[in-house]
């Protein structure tokens, strides 16, 4: 606090404001207000009782000294003035004790009414109109509610309720004449198509496990239904079919991300462990997704055979903008022992514009129980992609994809290519429109027609 000699020498305070000659009569007669070092009075702040305190010392200690020396008439006016000022702050402490009292109220309804104290509601609605090669326009949706509850503050138990139209669109059709060896849920590998085709009308539990932090730098996460999506693979550009791009190609790394384990979900666990809150982060997971059936001999089932995968991850980041992941997955899918590595770059090159990329090469080997034969492949999967932002409309953003899924000599006569671009923009927080456009040639590995689409998403977020 500074000594203030004259209210001129505020500048905050101007001869217009309403406590002007209250003030100058203060300062410059009685010399009993101060200012801040930054010459400012700031008359709307709150006083603290020590302020006050010192403040009314030094009232009194002046008024003794006037008294002293006679100069009574001198503070009549003045006791007027103090007056006229405590009245108008009794209006403003009445106002605002009126309006505490309300919100009193209004903090003990919300209370009564609240969905939990300890979990949080959240919902998305997608909602996405199609129309492409050699199969009418249709309309596919899908609706998950987030049950989202901490007991501890630093815990997460994450339920999530999906349901959908069942809805399929022209990628899915071609496939599905492939025996859907490269579909979105595939039976070799992802191979693209909207990811929210085939989710069934029935509400069901996509989601459920529970993440907390036995020490500060490592998180478990333990459930019966978990999506290895989730823990790896992650990259900021290519990982959300509600925000980027719709192709479940896009979203994954097909031979690091098994689909017939994703798509269901599993039971298992999942550790990410960043040492030191170092650039590495170490993460690990294992998911079976017929854990719940009770294991027989030469069939699928138990918490630790087939359809099951475990992986492992290193990301390193080497800036905010540059960051790298080292993988490997080991899985048995209906038979089949697959082996695979990859890797996956994202790089932020500025403010609009990144780059992302994807790699993987691995091995199938073992009699396929669903298409009753025999497997000896050596994939390779590749993806690269950028996105720009704010293109006419701010926070829009585009993207721009191209990729194969499955590219092997040994499965069928021709190799699947996947192309998307997309453009998203966002009619409020709440509300976003991406019309998009997917192509895919040779479906299935076969030499066929290419398959042209056209999508609108409209995504409602609550």
Same mark, same amino acid.
């Given at each position: 606090?500074?000594?203030?000699?004259?209210?001129?020498?505020?500048?905050?305070?101007?001869?217009?404001?309403?406590?002007?000659?209250?003030?100058?009569?203060?300062?410059?007669?009685?010399?009993?207000?101060?200012?801040?070092?930054?010459?400012?009075?700031?008359?709307?702040?709150?006083?603290?009782?020590?302020?006050?305190?010192?403040?009314?010392?030094?009232?009194?200690?002046?008024?003794?000294?006037?008294?002293?020396?006679?100069?009574?008439?001198?503070?009549?006016?003045?006791?007027?003035?103090?007056?006229?000022?405590?009245?108008?702050?009794?209006?403003?402490?009445?106002?605002?004790?009126?309006?505490? =009292?309300?919100?009193?109220?209004?903090? !003990?309804?919300?209370?009564?009414?609240?969905?939990?104290?300890? %979990?949080?509601?959240?919902?998305?609605?997608?909602?996405?109109?199609?129309? /492409?090669?050699?199969?009418?326009? %249709?309309?596919?949706?899908?609706?998950?509610?987030?049950?989202?509850?901490?007991?501890?503050? $630093?815990?997460?138990?994450?339920?999530?309720?999906?349901?959908? =139209?069942? /809805?399929?669109?022209?990628?899915?059709?071609?496939?599905?004449?492939?025996?859907?060896?490269? /579909?979105?849920?595939?039976?070799?590998?992802? !191979?693209?198509?909207?990811?929210?085709? &085939?989710?069934?009308?029935?509400?069901?539990?996509?989601?459920?496990?529970?993440?907390?932090?036995?020490?500060?730098?490592?998180?478990?996460?333990? &459930?019966?239904?978990?999506?290895? #999506?989730?823990? +790896?693979?992650?990259?900021?550009?290519?990982?959300?079919?509600?925000?980027?791009?719709?192709?479940?190609?896009?979203?994954?790394?097909?031979?690091?991300?098994?689909?017939?384990?994703?798509?269901?979900?599993?039971?298992?666990?999942?550790?990410?462990?960043?040492?030191?809150?170092?650039?590495?982060?170490?993460?690990?997971?294992?998911?079976?997704?017929?854990?719940?059936?009770?294991?027989?001999?030469?069939?699928?089932?138990?918490?630790?055979?087939?359809?099951?995968? &475990?992986?492992?991850?290193?990301?390193?980041?080497?800036?905010?903008?540059?960051?790298?992941?080292?993988?490997?997955?080991?899985?048995?899918? @209906? *038979?089949?022992?697959?082996?695979?590595?990859?890797?996956?770059?994202?790089?932020?090159? $500025?403010?609009?514009?990144?780059?992302?990329?994807?790699?993987? +090469?691995?091995?199938?080997?073992?009699?396929?129980?669903?298409?009753?034969?025999?497997?000896?492949?050596?994939?390779?999967?590749?993806?690269?992609?950028?996105?720009?932002? @704010?293109?006419?409309?701010?926070?829009?953003?585009? &993207?721009?994809?191209?990729?194969?899924?499955?590219?092997?000599?040994?499965?069928? =006569?021709?190799?699947?290519?996947?192309?998307? *671009?997309?453009?998203?923009?966002?009619? =409020?927080?709440?509300?976003?429109?991406?019309? /998009?456009?997917?192509?895919?040639?040779?479906?299935?590995?076969?030499?066929?027609?290419? +398959?042209?689409?056209?999508?609108? #998403?409209?995504?409602?977020?609550?």
């Amino acid at each position: 606090m500074a000594r203030v000699r004259s209210v001129t020498e505020l500048d905050d305070i101007r001869p217009t404001d309403w406590a002007y000659q209250a003030l100058q009569t203060l300062i410059e007669r009685y010399d009993v207000l101060t200012g801040y070092p930054d010459a400012k009075f700031r008359g709307s702040q709150p006083l603290t009782r020590n302020e006050f305190a010192a403040v009314l010392n030094q009232v009194f200690t002046r008024l003794e000294e006037v008294f002293a020396t006679g100069e009574i008439a001198k503070i009549r006016e003045d006791f007027s003035t103090l007056r006229r000022l405590q009245e108008s702050y009794g209006g403003i402490s009445r106002n605002l004790y009126a309006r505490l =009292n309300t919100l009193d109220q209004r903090l !003990g309804n919300r209370e009564a009414q609240q969905f939990s104290t300890t %979990t949080k509601l959240s919902g998305q609605t997608i909602h996405l109109f199609t129309d /492409g090669s050699r199969a009418p326009m %249709t309309s596919v949706t899908r609706i998950r509610l987030d049950l989202r509850t901490s007991f501890a503050g $630093n815990d997460l138990l994450l339920t999530q309720l999906e349901a959908g =139209n069942d /809805g399929g669109d022209a990628i899915s059709r071609a496939q599905s004449r492939r025996l859907n060896l490269l /579909g979105t849920d595939g039976l070799l590998a992802d !191979g693209g198509g909207l990811d929210y085709v &085939g989710v069934g009308r029935a509400v069901q539990v996509s989601k459920l496990h529970y993440t907390f932090q036995p020490v500060a730098d490592l998180q478990l996460t333990l &459930g019966p239904r978990l999506n290895p #999506r989730d823990f +790896i693979d992650y990259n900021r550009f290519a990982n959300s079919s509600d925000k980027n791009f719709s192709s479940s190609f896009f979203m994954n790394n097909p031979l690091i991300v098994q689909s017939q384990v994703d798509c269901p979900g599993g039971a298992g666990a999942a550790i990410t462990w960043n040492p030191g809150n170092s650039a590495l982060t170490i993460k690990a997971l294992y998911a079976a997704a017929d854990a719940e059936n009770p294991q027989e001999s030469n069939s699928k089932g138990g918490l630790f055979s087939d359809r099951y995968q &475990g992986s492992l991850e290193l990301e390193y980041a080497f800036s905010k903008d540059l960051v790298s992941r080292l993988q490997f997955t080991r899985a048995e899918i @209906n *038979g089949v022992d697959i082996y695979a590595s990859g890797i996956n770059v994202e790089w932020t090159w $500025n403010k609009q514009l990144a780059i992302f990329g994807r790699y993987g +090469i691995g091995s199938y080997r073992g009699f396929n129980s669903i298409l009753g034969q025999d497997l000896d492949l050596t994939p390779q999967s590749w993806a690269i992609g950028t996105i720009v932002r @704010n293109i006419v409309i701010p926070d829009s953003s585009a &993207g721009l994809a191209i990729g194969q899924p499955f590219v092997t000599g040994d499965l069928g =006569n021709a190799t699947q290519t996947n192309f998307e *671009g997309f453009y998203s923009f966002l009619i =409020n927080e709440n509300i976003g429109i991406t019309p /998009g456009l997917l192509i895919v040639t040779n479906p299935g590995n076969q030499r066929a027609s290419t +398959i042209w689409e056209f999508y609108i #998403r409209i995504m409602f977020a609550f």
